[in-house]
């Protein structure tokens, strides 16, 4: 257990819906981080947050924002789906200092039908 | 732009013998590099790292080596297990100490997966 939970584990919605996935990183942590999986590929980064400031943007799509709360947990909110936004979300967290190794959450699979 | 390059979609290996999984990079920023372990339906688990400032880490049965001049790294697992088998994820960061003094984005590979075999 990475100390990282993500909700929900499972989405099923449909094309042009919202929603929104859930991270609250290990304790103590305060940078964090997302990624998506799709299939057969590796993870690539969206987007991270350092102690509710946005940090870095990566390879993430307009539809798609984020935002970290004072209490650390972050929020990914993907709307106007398409199918091609199937994939595993993945929330992952660090200290939030350099060289560092981030821990990620289990995941929430979004399928788009 | 692939930064961080996994060759071997997969590799199998007999229990007790040596895994070898190879990773490339071409961003001479990167400054440390990790592995790290996926399960099916389950997150990337860390395994090991190791900083630029090394050519060598050392975790139980788990080695990682570090060529910066070929811009090379490894991951050498002694002796292999059943459990072994997984997809191995090689990833990459650079210090961002410029601007922020903290860790950036993780860059990663494609995964190898592993297959220890009986």
């Known amino acids: 257990d990475s100390g990282v939970t993500q909700t929900p584990k499972h989405l099923i919605t449909a094309t042009g819906q919202r929603v929104t996935l859930r991270c609250s990183p290990r304790?103590?942590?305060?940078?964090v981080y997302w990624y998506q999986q799709s299939l057969d590929q590796g993870l690539q980064f969206l987007i991270q947050?350092?102690?509710?400031?946005?940090?870095a943007k990566g390879n993430i799509l307009e539809r798609f924002s984020a935002q970290q709360f004072p209490d650390l947990h972050s929020e990914l909110n993907l709307s106007s789906l398409e199918l091609g936004d199937s994939a595993l979300y993945f929330c992952a967290s660090s200290a939030g200092t350099v060289r560092e190794t981030q821990y990620f959450g289990p995941g929430t699979r979004l399928l788009v039908l | 732009d692939q930064q961080v390059k996994q060759n071997s979609p997969s590799l199998s290996v007999q229990e007790g013998r040596i895994s070898i999984l190879n990773c490339d990079y071409t961003?001479?920023?990167?400054?440390?590099f990790l592995w790290y372990k996926k399960y099916p339906a389950e997150g990337p688990t860390f395994l090991i790292s190791i900083s630029s400032i090394k050519d060598k880490n050392e975790d139980g049965r788990f080695t990682v080596f570090l060529n910066k001049s070929a811009k090379h790294l490894s991951l050498h697992i002694v002796p292999s297990q059943p459990g072994d088998s997984a997809v191995y994820f090689c990833?990459?960061?650079?210090?961002?100490?410029?601007?922020?003094?903290?860790?950036?984005?993780?860059?990663f590979g494609t995964g190898t997966r592993l297959q220890v075999t009986l």
């Open positions: 947050y350092y102690n509710g400031e946005e940090r």
């Open positions: 961003n001479s920023m990167f400054d440390y």
């Open positions: 304790s103590g942590d305060l940078s």
């Open positions: 990833a990459a960061s650079s210090s961002d100490h410029i601007n922020t003094g903290t860790a950036s984005k993780l860059t």
